[in-house]
Nanobody
Framework: QVQLVESGGGLVEAGGSLRLSCAAS????????MGWYRQVPGKQRELVAS???????NYADSVKGRFTISRDNAKNTVSLQMNRLKPEDTGSYLC???????????????WGQGTQVTVSS
């Protein structure tokens, strides 16, 4: 079994900052790409940022220059530093990780339960 646990969400005023963290634990051989997604009621889940095991990053256009994703491969953690937050950043932020549980076999996507970020105007 693999678990992803997020932390760091909350309520913040526009222009403020928050830092989200996610830790993967359990039966883990290797963690490949990790990322953060945003879910808003009535809308499709969207990718906010992702990072490969080698550190290559990818960002949604709406967050470029404001958000920074990072990871600690030794601890199987990924973080999202969110600066200059806007009301449209509001949503549930879910951690995602593609994990292999053994030296052979496939990787599978795992999801955290989400942490709420609310940005007031």
């Amino acid at each position: 079994q693999v678990q992803l646990v997020e932390s760091g969400g909350g309520l913040v005023e526009a222009g403020g900052s928050l830092r989200l963290s996610c830790a993967a634990s359990g039966n883990i051989f290797r963690v490949n790409a990790m990322g953060w997604y945003r879910q808003v009621p009535g809308k499709q889940r969207e990718l906010v940022a992702s990072i490969t095991s080698g550190g290559r990053t990818n960002y949604a256009d709406s967050v470029k220059g404001r958000f920074t994703i990072s990871r600690d491969n030794a601890k199987n953690t990924v973080s999202l530093q969110m600066n200059r937050l806007k009301p449209e950043d509001t949503g549930s932020y879910l951690c995602n990780a593609n994990i292999r549980s053994g030296p052979v076999g496939y990787e599978y996507p795992y999801w955290g339960q989400g942490t709420q970020v609310t940005v007031s105007s």
